[in-house]
């Protein structure tokens, strides 16, 4: 996996585990050692809720929880209150993770009173903008 992070510049995540045992033929435990060398080496680090990401001198990440970089974009948008907020899907593509956790970072904007609730087939809709 080393060199093919060093060989493609624009590689910004590693493949899924699984996907790692597929193509190389290894088991989970070799695959698993494999992501831990490769972060003791600072080559690639985990991100909670996401797949692991390429580590590359020069190039600033957001390590910030994905429920923060969702509640950012009421402000870098200027939403309102009351206007509909983008779905659980458009932000799953927007930020490169899974619907579930999307889900589960909205539900602690609405727990924290940012958002209202949506909920199958309801539109989220901003309840307070973040500070």
Excluded: C, H, N
């Excluded at 899924?16 to 698993?32: F, H, P």
């Excluded at 923060?68 to 402000?75: G, K, L, N, P």
């Excluded at 939403?79 to 907020?85: P, R």
């Amino acid at each position: 996996m080393r060199k093919q992070i060093e060989d493609d510049p624009t590689m910004t995540e590693l493949p899924s585990l699984a996907e790692v045992m597929s193509d190389y033929k290894v088991s989970r435990g070799v695959a698993l050692r494999a992501f831990g060398m490769l972060r003791q080496e600072g080559v690639a680090e985990p991100a909670p809720g996401e797949r692991w990401r390429v580590v590359r001198s020069g190039t600033r990440i957001d390590r910030r929880p994905l429920d923060q970089r969702i509640a950012e974009i009421i402000t870098a948008e200027g939403l309102k209150v009351g206007e509909a907020f983008p779905s659980a899907s458009a932000l799953a593509d927007r930020f490169g993770v899974s619907r579930p956790t999307v889900t589960k970072a909205l539900e602690k904007l609405e727990t924290a009173g940012v958002l209202a609730g949506g909920g199958q087939g309801r539109v989220r809709t901003v309840r307070a903008v973040p500070t």
